[in-house]
């Protein structure tokens, strides 16, 4: 039963192919080993950044230093797809893993602004991950990050594909949060987590409803594929 929701959970995310990815007490992680750093590393780099800002909810974007590790962690994920899928070299699920990991942390610290903006009453003014040690002990715990998910994680058995999927579930959410705080009723209305509860429960919604749709249109695909051969 719990690989069966795995696999609908994934389904419509990603392509799911079992070489490609991780595996916990028997069962298969529910999106491959890029998607898995990307999703893990999404909510890693949200609980880094307030761990390291101590509750300052930045609401500017990075100074350009962050915005250059932003780019190149993103840009290295690009290159190893890119190339790999072109056939001009061959990658690995570690590498699949540790470039998703960066892509994913990247992208968390360019949601944080916007989910600082739109969620709570007050913030400050300050960039996020700035001054550049702030910045440097953030891109510190990627390579911490990728030994604990790498070979620690397995060790939980089951545990690890639900870790993945609730990793899945969290990033989509908060994604959703902003576009849920971007309406009056939610806009700037909280002061603590607590407060949020409404918009958090309808960002979690539109989460499940989007996992199902994608998972629709993935079938229709390929009913649509199959047809044509």
């Not at 696999?7 to 529910?30: A, I």
């Not at 898995?36 to 509750?55: A, E, K, P």
């Not at 001054?131 to 545990?159: E, H, K, N, Q, S």
């Amino acid at each position: 039963m719990i690989a069966s929701f795995l696999h609908w959970l994934g389904f419509g995310l990603c392509h799911q192919l079992p070489e490609r990815s991780f595996f916990g007490g028997g069962v298969q992680v529910p999106v491959c080993a890029r998607d898995t750093g990307i999703y893990v590393g999404f909510l890693l780099s949200l609980i880094v950044i307030s761990i390291i800002h101590r509750g300052d909810r930045p609401r500017e974007f990075p100074a350009p230093a962050g915005w250059a590790a932003i780019g190149l962690m993103i840009g290295v994920m690009g290159f190893d797809g890119v190339t790999s899928y072109a056939g001009i070299r061959t990658t690995t699920n570690d590498l699949r893993l540790i470039t998703g990991l960066l892509a994913g942390y990247a992208i968390g610290a360019m949601l944080v602004p916007m989910l600082n903006d739109e969620l709570w009453r007050t913030g400050s003014r300050n960039r996020v991950l700035d001054p550049p040690g702030r910045l440097l002990a953030w891109l510190a715990t990627v390579p911490v990050a990728f030994v604990i998910l790498r070979y620690g994680a397995p060790l939980l058995g089951v545990g690890f594909p639900l870790l993945v999927a609730a990793s899945v579930i969290a990033t989509l959410t908060a994604v959703n949060l902003v576009i849920v705080c971007l309406t009056p009723a939610f806009e700037r209305k909280a002061d603590r987590i607590t407060d949020a509860w409404v918009a958090i429960l309808l960002a979690m919604g539109l989460t499940l409803l989007e996992i199902w749709l994608s998972g629709l249109l993935r079938l229709w695909i390929e009913s649509m594929a199959s047809r044509l051969t």
